[in-house]
């Protein structure tokens, strides 16, 4: 590799991370413009979490299939990356395997690298054949139609492209290898256990015409990495990077215990203390919400607004879901994908208005999410435990429940009749307090 190269290989480094670091500081603005809410708590717990979800794929093989492909993929993306790191080195300085020192070592990398690759390969095809031939009931989801779907595929394509290309890298790097009395500087070095039978493919070629190959397979491998890493913030695919604090910033609270709002919380505590003050004047350190649950993303807090960049659209929780299975609207997978949307709908309006938002007459909620979804919620938790990196569409639906009956008035009637038994009689039943214990009676 000359100079000239090295340099063009600099270049084309810099931009590929610098578009790349754009846009993580995009995503980092977008979720900041949630409320804040404290999650430092239990550092001990939120680690082991991440550990056991996010790195040990924990919750993938409740579904076993799914799961034991997905970690395939999963290790091998990321042990295959390892190689990165040389052909970044090889890339900037001009040397050629330059781990190759470490001998016995690197033969046993370069051969698991080619293992896992083609066990990529396989699990790719499955996945394929799973989404787009079988056509799995989660995967024909409305929400799914259109860019969602095409993203999953390109994502497929992506691996099989950069699987092949890195074989193929190997591959004409071993013909090479074996040119008697040594051609260039292509060492000996590394076990090919797969790409050893694709090296006939370069039998009667020159050595020149196979060098020129190799070397076109290594560029179009490096340039598809960076392609892959940028198209990142456009798909599905940001939990590779987002699963991680996704799961240590989780919420800790048993599954089923929901958040009470303080304000709300002070009010009652006031009303049933007999020597409070009702005229009283709120003391200056009281907060005092502007809006009681949320209408759209800058309603919900940070950690929410991570959930929707974190979703993996892969319908575990949908597919889970009681009202969605009785054939009502709600799709938590869909919550979330609103959710994202919408945020970026937001992020976009900043960008084009010199980093203020101007209202633009919509909403999460109406435009994007309907008070059908909503209410179809039964809370049953089924899609924050299903959940695979540990998102709760649950919480979204509850505050923008809390928004529709504490700023809007808009209960469902039957809730509402609940509410004033509760407030008349002191219970959900339209019976008075003291015919309450008639049962015994009868």
């Known amino acids: 590799m000359s100079y000239l190269d090295n340099i063009l290989f600099a270049i084309l480094l810099s931009l590929g991370f610098g578009y790349f670091y754009f846009n993580i500081k995009k995503i980092i603005r977008n ?11 239990n550092p001990k717990e939120r680690w082991a979490n991440m550990a056991r979800i996010a790195l040990g794929q924990s919750k993938m093989v409740k579904r076993p299939i799914a799961g034991i492909l997905h970690i395939i993929v999963y ?8 190689e990165l790191l040389e052909i970044i080195i090889d ?13 016995g070592l690197y033969d046993v990398l370069i051969a698991s690298f080619e293992i896992l690759a083609i066990l990529v390969l396989i699990a790719v095809l499955v996945f394929w054949i799973r989404r787009n031939g079988i056509q799995l009931l989660r995967f024909r989801s409305p929400e799914l139609n259109g860019a969602p779907k095409k993203d999953a595929n390109y994502i497929l394509y992506f691996e099989v492209v950069l699987m092949t290309l890195f074989l193929l890298m190997n591959a004409s790097d ?7 009395g040594g051609f260039s500087h292509f060492i000996k070095a590394g076990s090919f256990p797969i790409s050893q039978f694709l090296e006939p493919l370069f039998n009667g070629m020159s050595n020149e015409l196979v060098m020129l ?26 939990h590779i990077l987002l699963a991680f604090p996704n799961t240590y ?11 009470n709002l303080a304000s709300v919380t002070n009010e009652v505590k006031l009303m049933m203390d007999p020597n409070a003050d009702p005229f009283a004047i709120a003391p200056e350190t009281a907060v005092i919400p502007s809006k009681f649950g949320a209408s759209d993303v800058q309603d919900l807090n940070w950690v929410q607004l991570l959930n929707a ?11 889970s879901c009681p009202a969605n299975q009785t054939g009502k609207k709600l799709s938590p997978r869909k919550i979330m994908m609103d959710t994202r949307d919408r945020l970026e709908e937001v992020g976009k309006n900043i960008d084009s208005n010199d980093g203020v938002f101007v209202p633009d007459n919509k909403s999460l909620l109406n435009d994007y999410i309907t008070t059908e979804e909503l209410w179809a919620c039964t809370s049953c938790n089924a899609c924050v435990e299903e959940c695979p990196v540990s998102i709760s569409p649950l919480s979204i639906i509850m505050d923008m429940r809390r928004y529709l009956v504490m700023e809007q008035s808009a ?8 509410m004033t038994n509760i407030e008349n009689n002191g219970a959900p039943w339209q019976y008075s307090q003291q015919d309450r214990l008639n049962w015994k009676n009868d």
């Open 411 to 418: 209960a469902p009637t039957s809730l509402n009749a609940m």
């Open 91 to 103: 890339g900037l300085f001009g040397t050629h395997r330059i781990f190759a020192f470490f001998g």
């Open 213 to 238: 190959l190799s070397e076109l397979f290594w560029w179009m491998h490096i340039i598809g990495i960076l392609l892959f890493m940028n198209y990142l913030y456009y798909s599905k695919h940001l």
């Open 75 to 82: 290790v091998g993306f990321v042990i295959i990356n390892i």
């Open 174 to 180: 071993l013909h090479l290898q074996n040119v008697p």
């Open 309 to 319: 960049y974190t979703c993996t659209e892969c319908g575990r929780c949908t597919s």
């Open 249 to 259: 910033f989780a919420n800790l609270n048993p599954e089923g215990q929901f958040d």
């Open 31 to 41: 979720i900041n413009l949630g409320i804040d809410t404290k999650r430092n708590d």
